[in-house]
């Protein structure tokens, strides 16, 4: 059960990577757009959601620790990543 909570973190932050560099460029001084942000939250989503079914059919009863560490870590990697940005994004 331990190797598929590792590999639940290890998929949340392979998931957050299209939403990192959304943030990447809200910390330069290119302003992504709002249509960029959602797709990359949305590419994410997708990605888990594949992955946990690929889980769910090869074993079904580790489905909610792997589900659960994938999601858990990717929304906390976002999150930090997220207020890190905001602080060293340019303020007008």
Do not use: C, D, E
Not at 20 to 32: D, E, T
Not at 54 to 80: C, W
């Amino acid at each position: 059960m331990a190797l598929w909570i590792v590999l639940g973190v290890a998929v949340g932050l392979l998931a957050a990577t299209p939403v990192l560099f959304v943030l990447y460029q809200a910390a330069s001084k290119n302003r992504p757009s709002v249509a960029a942000g959602l797709g990359s939250v949305l590419a994410s989503f997708f990605g888990i959601q594949l992955v946990v079914l690929a889980v769910h059919l090869a074993n079904p009863t580790a489905t909610l620790p792997f589900g659960g560490a994938a999601a858990l870590s990717f929304l906390a990697f976002v999150t930090v990543a997220g207020l890190v940005s905001w602080r060293r994004s340019p303020h007008k």
